[in-house]
């Protein structure tokens, strides 16, 4: 019986749970976890925690702003101050949301370009400035053939 509970917790141990980082993995639909390198996972809590600090970073900086500055002075510069200052004095708890910041953060900046993007007219650009046109297309054009060959040829991804 005891050989028993040997084996199961061997085959318990086989089965490794789904990471970024781990893409061989095999994938148990109810052990699937986003996991950072220090193992930090994204829930509820963490979310909520990382809106709250940053929520909290910039209504401080837009009132030290309003405070200090002269009227008409961008918050932003003074944002990013207290925001690194922040970091460099807890860095242990901004570790700790880390994972969860990054992720909202690249959400929202996804966001922000398909809603800037959404209200542009292709045609209204051409006919206004076809070299920004132009310049734009190469510069996607770049781009794309700049990760597809870095996928093929570096990382070996299927096409």
Known sequence: NNNNNNNNNKE???VKKLTIDDKNAPIDPENIQLRS????????GSLGLSLAVSSC??????????????SGTSSLPLISVLTVAAATTFPTF???????GTTTGILIMQMFFAASGAAGSIKLVMESAPSLF????IQIGTHFVTLMGLGKLIFKLDS
């Open 57 to 70: 970073l910039v209504t401080l900086g837009k009132f030290v702003t309003k405070a200090i500055l002269p």
């Open 37 to 44: 390198e220090n193992d930090n996972t994204i829930t509820v």
């Open 134 to 137: 132009a310049f734009s297309m």
């Open 94 to 100: 901004f570790r700790s949301i880390r994972t969860t």
């Open 12 to 14: 318990e141990k086989k």
